[in-house]
Nanobody, 122 residues
């Protein structure tokens, strides 16, 4: 079992930045790939970014490529999502999730955090 807790959400104006953190506890964190997903009101949960177990491979949705950066510190059991140049359409609840191998498919992930709200005002 892996427990995940997201922090760092909040309200920011368009063009601003936020850094989300996903802290893990339970099993060995370095055995898991981590993905970030988001869900806006009335929409399905969508893939944002993912990182492999060692951090050597990263993946991004086209909508955030060049603006968001995912990273991890296995010694701290934490994955980060640095979000720059935020847009109103980035407004959503952001979730981190973990599974043994990296994928962009929501349903593939075994463990999920409770989510953190990000609101970007124009």
């Amino acid at each position: 079992q892996v427990q995940l807790v997201e922090t760092g959400g909040g309200q920011v104006q368009a063009g601003g930045s936020l850094r989300l953190s996903c802290a893990a506890s339970g099993r060995t964190f370095s055995n898991y790939a981590v993905g970030w997903f988001r869900q806006a009101p009335g929409k399905e949960r969508e893939f944002v970014s993912a990182i492999s177990r060692t951090g050597g491979n990263t993946y991004y949705a086209d909508s955030v490529k060049g603006r968001f950066t995912i990273s991890r510190e296995n010694a701290k059991n934490t994955v980060y999502l640095q979000m720059n140049s935020l847009k109103p359409e980035d407004t959503a609840v952001y979730y981190c999730a973990a599974r043994p191998w990296v994928t962009a498919t929501t349903s593939d992930y075994d463990y999920w955090g409770q989510g953190t709200q990000v609101t970007v005002s124009s």
